[in-house]
């Protein structure tokens, strides 16, 4: 994203002053408070209208609900019942997680849902700029920021742009160009669904066929599907090579996907002490992912406990169970939860306290 984003924040930063100058403080005072509780508001509500899109596009598209989230407050569907939880994921201020109807492997309506939150955020630009024209005061400096940040929510989401989570305009093109990644989409987001409850097998044996179909074990995504499902055989020694080979696959959606598996090789080299594969997986690169981002994922419980293990920080290893006991009350995704404990036990058997 960095060139093109400069290019992008240059343009729509002068954007944002010739329009406040014309039509904030051409003959009008704005209070300065006024001025950042508006823009507050118009940022929280630009959020919600975007992932309101989403969710309305979806249920035009015949998409089931899965779960609604502003920052790291969530609205999620479980056991047929709504409720709240509390988790983020870094890159993201909102999500909104719908599973369209249609078998995995089938065609799909994908369009709509990932340019819902665009259109809807470009309507409101529209909107609030009309009202922007003929509004004073503090009405006016509202609809001033609701119009801006609205458009630039337009531009930042509906211009293609690949980063460390791809953005709706990219999704939308990828999806059209590659079947691969419409799969992809669709099997996150029913895998999504699937973890928010507890369950043996995640995927039926059709859909291991779409999964391992050749054209999408060409990616490094598909085959962490294959890591998973070994691990959840309870077969760690394949799920190592599997992560390791699934490593030299090109990435078919983000850099995201690739730092997360390398993180799970790394697990694996730390509770068999493979001093050989740590110094080759722990980079530089690693490290800033493991500081940045990691931070803010369930994976970094267990990765971070076979660390600290591994370093015979046993009292370290301790406190970072506790936080994991504590985090997975408000997390929603339970199948997650529970395999990320049973890699902490792996840990312990391998690592622990003797």
């Known amino acids: 994203m960095g060139i ?7 343009l729509f930063g002068g954007f944002v002053t010739y329009s406040y100058g014309n039509y904030i403080l051409n003959g009008e005072r704005i209070n300065p408070l006024v001025f950042l509780y508006t823009l507050t508001l118009a940022i929280v509500f630009s959020i919600f209208i975007h992932e309101l899109g989403h969710y309305l596009a979806a249920k035009i598209s015949g998409y089931r609900f899965v779960m609604y989230r502003i920052s790291s407050y969530a609205l999620v569907r479980e056991n047929g019942h709504l409720k709240f939880k509390k988790f983020k994921i870094p890159g993201t201020l909102g999500q909104n997680l719908m599973v369209p109807k249609q078998k995995l492997g089938e065609d799909y309506p994908y369009v709509l849902y990932n340019m819902g939150g665009v259109l809807l955020n470009l309507i409101t630009g529209i909107i609030f700029f009309i009202i922007m024209i003929n509004a004073r005061g503090d009405l ?4 001033f920021h609701m119009h801006i940040v609205n458009i630039f929510g337009v531009i930042t989401n509906g211009i293609p742009l ?19 990644y419409r799969v992809l989409i669709q099997a996150s987001l029913i895998a ?11 995927w039926s044996e059709d859909e291991m066929k779409v999964l391992t179909a050749p054209d ?10 294959m890591v998973d499902y070994y691990f959840d055989i309870g077969d760690f020694k394949r799920a190592e090579k599997t992560a390791e080979l699934a490593l030299t696959k090109p990435v078919l959606s983000s850099d995201l996907q690739r730092q997360v598996l390398i993180g799970e090789v790394l697990f694996y080299k730390l509770v068999n002490r493979d001093e050989e594969g740590i ?22 419980f267990h990765i971070e406990y076979a660390f ?11 406190k970072i169970k506790k936080d994991f006991e504590e985090y997975i009350t408000t997390y929603p995704f339970v199948g997650q939860s529970k395999s990320v404990a049973k890699l902490m036990d792996y840990a312990d058997e391998k690592l622990g306290e003797k």
């Open 4 to 10: 093109l984003s400069l290019i992008i924040g240059f």
């Open 140 to 143: 006016k400096a509202f609809a």
């Open 216 to 225: 999408n074990m060409k990616y490094l995504e598909f085959n962490s599907f």
């Open 279 to 300: 110094e080759k997986y722990d980079t530089e690169e690693f490290e800033k992912f493991r500081n940045k981002i990691l931070k803010a994922l369930i994976n970094r």
């Open 308 to 318: 600290a293990l591994y370093e015979r920080d046993y009292a370290g290893a301790r």
């Open 192 to 202: 999504s669904e699937r973890y928010l409850k507890e369950s043996e097998n995640l």
């Open 162 to 180: 690949k980063g460390m989570i791809n953005n709706d305009g990219k999704n939308a093109l990828e999806s059209y160009k590659n079947k691969s």
